[in-house]
C-alpha cells in the first residue's frame, strides 16, 4: 500500500494531530506530512516597485490540473468542486472546513467601507479561495463591472504586496489574516469560506477517513485552548513575515465541521461559479455521486 500522503494547509490541525499523536492513535502510519506549493512557508520573496504587478493566474485550481503530489489535499470548495467535476480527483464528501477571511488594506487607506472599493484593486489568488470570496463579499455593494481583482499570486505573495505598498487591498486568510491585522492593516469586510478535500483515484478511503479521525482529535484539543498550539503557524509562514510579528496573539485559524457536502451544495456551487464567468466554459460537468465521495449527503 502507498504511502498516506498529506498536504498541509497552513492551519494548526494537521500539526497538532502529528505531535499528539493521533495519526498513529487511529491506525494511519505509513504517512507523510508535506507542504501544500502554494500555502509554505518557502514562498520566496520578490521586490515590488511602482511598477505595479503582473497578473499570477496560476492558483488552485491549476494545481490540480498539474496534479498534486498528495493522498488528500486541501483548498478552496469552489476550486474543488470544479476539480472534481473535471475529473481531477474527488471532493471527500464527509468533512469541509470553514476560514476566517477578510478584505484588508493598508492603515492609511481612504478605503474605510466597502462601498470605497468600488474600482480599487484587491489582490486575490486566481481561481483561488480569495478570487471567490473577494466576488462573493462585494457583490451585495456594487455591481459586477466595480468589483475589480489583481491576481497577486498566493497568500505570503499578496502580504508582501501589502507590505512593499503595491497591494492597495488584498484579501487574506487565516495566518495571513493575523499577520495583517496584527501589523495594522484594516479589515473592510468579513469574507469567510469553505474548504474542502481532494482525493485522487486508487486512495484508500479508509485512510482518508482515518486521518480526518486523528483531526477531529486534534480539533477537540484547539478548540479547548488554541494558544497551546499557535507556535505550529510558524510552521507554515515565511521566515520573513514570522519575524514581524506574536504569534501568540493569533487566533484558532480555520475550523473543522464533520457534516456532509451535500448535493445542494455541490450544484449550487456549480451555478454560481459558472454563472460569474470564473471559468471559460471548457471545465466538463461531472455527476455529484461521480465527484464527491465517501458518505456524502
Known sequence: ???FVINSHGRLQEWVALENGYFEQVGLTDYELKAHQLLTRNTPEKAYNDTGVADNRHGAYQTYEQGRDASV???CHWTVNMAASAEHGQLWGEC?????CAIVVPAESAVTQPEDLAGVEVH????????YTTIQALEPYMDSDSIKLKFGGNPSERVDQLLAGVAPAATVFGAQLYLCEQLGFRKIIDSTFMMAAMVPSGVEHENVRKYYKALQLAQRDIDVMHQKYVNFFLKELPERHAKLIDVRRFGPGERLVFEPYTQAMYEDTQ???RERGIFDGTVTTTA?????AGGNG
Not at 486566481?126 to 478570487?131: K, P
Open 124 to 131: 486575490v489568488g486566481y481561481q483561488s479561495g480569495s478570487h
Open 96 to 100: 469541509y472546513s470553514v476560514s476566517p
Open 288 to 292: 455529484f455521486d461521480l465527484a464527491v
Open 271 to 273: 451555478q454560481w461559479v
Open 73 to 75: 489535499s486541501c483548498a
Open 1 to 3: 500500500m502507498a504511502r
